[in-house]
C-alpha cells in the first residue's frame, strides 16, 4: 500500500509497518508543505498489514472520504484523504491487468481520483468544541450522537441536532427538532443560511464559519455577542448625547452673545 500525492506536493510514499508522520514540520517522516498543512497534522500506521490514519491536531482537519476523523481509523485501497488542502489516494496492491483488448491498447487499471477539498469548517470557540475545527460536507448531521458527521459532546446539544447543506454562498443549516433551538448570530432559526464569518450556536456551543482561505484577522472576527452589542451601542448613544450638549451651548452662548447679555 502506497500514498499518491495527486497534486504533486510529494512523490509516492510506499508504506511499511510502523508509523509515518505527516506535517509541514521538518521533522516530519512525510513533509509537505501545502496550505491548511501544519507542523504535525496526522500519522498513518501500519500494523500486521492493516493500515490506520490518526490526526496529531484537533485544529487541523483531517478528513477520510469527505468526513473528518477525530482518532485512529481504518484507510484501505481507493480511500481519499484532505489535509489542509493536500489531497492524498490511497494505492493498495495491484493485481496483473488483464489480456490487452483486441485493439492492442493498453489498459491503465488506475484509479483516477478527484480531489475534493471541503469549501468551508467550522471552528469551535466555547464549550466542548473551544479551538477545534470540523470540515463541513454536504447534508452532514450535528449533533451529539458519535454517528453523526460532527459529533459534539454536550449534554445541551441534541442527538441529531441540525443538518448543514454546502451551497456558493454559504451553509443552509436546518434544525431537525432540537430542544435547545438553532441560531445564527444569536437569531433563532428553523432554516437560515450561514455566512463566512459568521456565528452558528447550538445553544450555549458556538461556532465560526470559516474558509480555508480566510485570514487570520477575518477568522477571529466573528459576531459580537449580544452584551457587547448593547455596549457599543450605549457608548455610541452616549457620544451622540455628549455631542449634543456641546452644540447646544455654543448656540446658546452665541444667542447671549448678540443679546448683549455679555
Excluded at 29 to 37: T, Y
Excluded at 47 to 55: F, L, Q, T, V
Amino acid at each position: 500500500m502506497k500514498l499518491v500525492f495527486p497534486g504533486g506536493e510529494h512523490a509516492p510514499v510506499e508504506l511499511t509497518e510502523g508509523a509515518r508522520s505527516l506535517g509541514s514540520g521538518s521533522d516530519c517522516s512525510i513533509v509537505l508543505k501545502g496550505e491548511g498543512v501544519v507542523a504535525r497534522h496526522c500519522e498513518v500506521v501500519v500494523a500486521a498489514g492493516n493500515a490506520s490514519i490518526r490526526p496529531l491536531d484537533a485544529q487541523a482537519p483531517t478528513v477520510l472520504n469527505g468526513r473528518q476523523v477525530t482518532a485512529a481509523t481504518p484507510i484501505k485501497d481507493g480511500d481519499l484523504l484532505v489535509l489542509g488542502r493536500v489531497g492524498v489516494s490511497v494505492v493498495g496492491e495491484r493485481k496483473p491487468a488483464a489480456a490487452p483488448a483486441a485493439k492492442n491498447e493498453p489498459v491503465d487499471d488506475r484509479t483516477r481520483v478527484r480531489t475534493a477539498l471541503p469549501r468551508y469548517l467550522l471552528r469551535g470557540v466555547s464549550g466542548a468544541t473551544l479551538g477545534k475545527t470540523f470540515a463541513v460536507t454536504d447534508n452532514a448531521v450535528i449533533g451529539r450522537q458519535p454517528d453523526c458527521d460532527i459529533p459534539i459532546p454536550a449534554e445541551e446539544v441534541s442527538r441529531h441536532h441540525a443538518r448543514l447543506k454546502v451551497t456558493p454562498d454559504g451553509v443552509l443549516v436546518e434544525d431537525m427538532g432540537s430542544a435547545n433551538g438553532t441560531y445564527i448570530n444569536d437569531k433563532r432559526t428553523q432554516s437560515g443560511l450561514l455566512k463566512p464569518g459568521e456565528e452558528l450556536r447550538l445553544d450555549t456551543v458556538r461556532f465560526l464559519l470559516i474558509t480555508p482561505g480566510m485570514d487570520a484577522r477575518q477568522q477571529s472576527a466573528g459576531p459580537r455577542s449580544e452584551p457587547e452589542a448593547k455596549a457599543a451601542k450605549g457608548g455610541s448613544n452616549g457620544a451622540m448625547i455628549a455631542i449634543g450638549v456641546v452644540v447646544a451651548a455654543v448656540v446658546l452662548g452665541a444667542i447671549l452673545h448678540f443679546a448683549g447679555v455679555f
